[in-house]
Nanobody, 112 residues
Framework: QVQLVESGGVLVQPGGSLRLSCAAS????????MGWYRQAPGKEREMVAL???????DYAESVKGRFTISRDNAKNTVYLRMNSLKPEDTAVYYC??????WGQGTQVTVSS
């Protein structure tokens, strides 16, 4: 079992930057992968970025070159750095750990 708590979601202007954090209640070192997903109103939840225990990464096409996922095993935390934000990035962002563990989500709103 693991509890995941996301933070960092706020209202930001288009073109702005933001860093989300996902703090785990125990060591994340052993998880095969951890990831960020998002769900916009009226849409299905989608994968945004994944990072494996071997620090390989994968991104949705819509965020490649703008978002960066990273992990700090010593702090049991996964981050999502988001640059050049667009209104279509507006969504609730969820952290997920391999094995089906989800956080409660954090709202990101990109609007002028």
């Amino acid at each position: 079992q693991v509890q995941l708590v996301e933070s960092g979601g706020v209202l930001v202007q288009p073109g702005g930057s933001l860093r989300l954090s996902c703090a785990a209640s125990r060591s994340i070192f052993s998880f095969k992968y951890m990831g960020w997903y998002r769900q916009a109103p009226g849409k299905e939840r989608e994968m945004v970025a994944l990072i494996t225990s071997g620090v390989m990464t994968d991104y949705a096409e819509s965020v490649k070159g703008r978002f960066t996922i990273s992990r700090d095993n010593a702090k049991n935390t996964v981050y999502l750095r988001m640059n050049s934000l667009k209104p279509e990035d507006t969504a609730v962002y969820y952290c997920k750990a391999y094995g089906g563990y989800w956080g409660q989500g954090t709202q990101v709103t990109v609007s002028s």
